[in-house]
């Protein structure tokens, strides 16, 4: 189900949109918002949510296009604006990713090898975020580590309580 982010961020791209396949600057404040409900930018201020933002690119794959292909290693966080995408796993079916939904969160944190491969299922435009610009933004803004660090120590400690249930 597409989230009023991603509706906002598909209106404001197509009034812009051409067909090129070319990645091209993102609109920061639709694009700031679709940021903003990922859970792991969630504790981040909207400063550096529009810093990110900036550095986001839109990119379009064609269906059957691989976005990202399982044990490469992994640079980029993508979310989706139109279109959708399956993630497979050794060539099974895993999940459907659709409008304001992501995956590759865990390469901006480590850029190790990808969990599986999401392929375009039909036309598909989504935002990508480089780990690079996330590290940049890290260096020159320490409190964005502590809301990733506190995101992620939530997730933690709810997955530690689920197995000692």
């Known amino acids: 189900m597409p989230t009023s982010g991603s509706l906002a961020l598909v209106r404001v791209i197509s009034q812009s949109a051409s067909e ?65 995408a399956t993630l497979k796993s050794k060539g099974k079916k895993i999940k459907e990713f659709g409008p304001g939904e992501y995956f590759g969160e865990l390469a901006l944190l480590d850029g190790g090898p990808r969990t599986g491969s999401v392929i375009a299922s039909e036309k598909t435009m989504a935002l990508r975020l480089e780990r690079a610009s996330l590290l940049k933004l890290i260096r020159s803004d320490p409190r964005v580590a502590t809301a990733m660090l506190a995101e992620l120590a939530g997730r933690l400690r709810q997955a530690t309580e689920s197995f000692s249930h």
């Open 20 to 84: 090129s396949s070319r990645p091209r600057p993102a609109p920061p404040g639709p694009t700031a918002d679709l940021l903003a409900q990922v859970p792991l930018f969630t504790g981040m201020s909207r400063r550096a949510l529009n810093h990110l933002a900036r550095e986001a690119k839109v990119v379009t794959f064609a269906p059957s296009d691989y976005i990202i292909i399982q044990d490469k290693p992994g640079k980029a966080f993508f979310a989706i604006i139109s279109g959708r």
